[in-house]
């Protein structure tokens, strides 16, 4: 931007933050894959008032705009790859008070999903979306991609826990879509087309959250096993076990070797095996013990896990849960990392994974695979490390030769290329394994809409 519009930029909006370094631009122009962007000027706004007069002179001036959070995404969908105005929510971080009969709670989009969590657990309430990045995520971020987490099964994703969203027209326009209510059927869900448009329409401001009764963790299962087929088998018995299903999660052997080697503490588990699962439950019935005990009888029966240990005590359930909480944080630690954050339903998941890690073995290349996520929601992540320090390039060769025969295996299981991180720019030339051309004419014919010049968040999702 030129000193002449920076000057001008100043001047209509006083009550903004605006920060110009090299190391503030390179910070806010990336997300955590650190894809390499670097944004051009940096504005934190007070108010929505701010982000309307700053998006209207983006537009009166042709300067393209990333809407940035806590930029804890995984698919470059806040990168700055062009130098873009980086417009920061940080600073707007309000919480009202929880409306215990309507359960909802209105917030600022730059308010983290933690600080959110805390406030409603003050009123006895949940917003369910739970994410291992949650102490800085923030709610704009979580809704503009719709995020997922480790209790998907349960509660559905960020957009089923939504009343109301504020937002702003890259013309300056603030418009309030469906004013918290809980039915409102009249014609198009402008609200929820919002969600999950990776800011590439609106940039969110504030939005009305439903709440809920917090899950009671009564049991966490942590249990080993030497197969996918076995996971599968054990889903099978977790749904019908004498509980609510809180989550399901799994990761392989090596994730927990990592994990281990970060928080340099072993699991408990004396029989390691290949596959773990980390299984939350809650029980509500009278005789629940027992009932859990003869399940778990019945399923060491069955010979399905090798190993397992029943976490009920709260700190021993925190013990559990870092093992999977860690495993990012553990392989980003490591290096150069790729990541596939895919989807296949569910009851082909276990297949899948067989067949996926099978043309890794027939590949043999020089990179490592990491294998964890969401099995309960047929979402597994797929991570490569760069473990011989090859130089970044060859790395990056090495993982697209599997990645060309992994789109299309996952296109034969009518998979997702992204479950939940979404498609920013790491998934943009293989959205049409999981859209149709039609549906990606219709996408081009929105953005027309909302963004007739191009230049709010260009390049994520489509050109
Ligand atoms: C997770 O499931 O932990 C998140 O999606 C983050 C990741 O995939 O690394
Ligand atoms: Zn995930």
Redesign the pocket.
Known sequence: MTEELLKKLRAAVPSAIILTSDDDCTNYGMDWTRTPGKAGVVVLPSSTQDVSVVLRFCNENKIAVIPSGGRTG?AGGVTATRGELAINMSRMNRLDPVDLLGRTVRVQAGVTTQSLHEHCERAGLTWPID???KGTSQIGGNLATNA???RVIRYGMARRWVSAIQAVLISGEVIELNQGLEKNNTGYDLLQLLIGSEGTLAIITEATLKLTVPPIHSHVFFFSLSHYKALENLYEKVRRGPFTLTSFEFFSDKCLQKVEAKLQKKSRLEKPSRFYALIDVETTSENAQSKVDGWLEDLMADEIVVDGLIADASESQKEVWALR?S??ES?QMSGAVR?Y?LCVPVKKAADFLDEAQALFEKLNLPIELYV???FGDGSP?L?FLNAQNLPIEDFHREVNRYESELYPLLKAYSGSVSA??GVGILKKNWVLFSRTPQELRLYKAVKQVFDPNGILNPGKIID
Do not use: P, Q, Y
Request: no cysteine.
């Open positions: 995984l994410l291992a990045s997922g987490g480790v909480e495993i990012t392989l990541k954050d964890f996520g969401h992540h991570n939940e991180h």
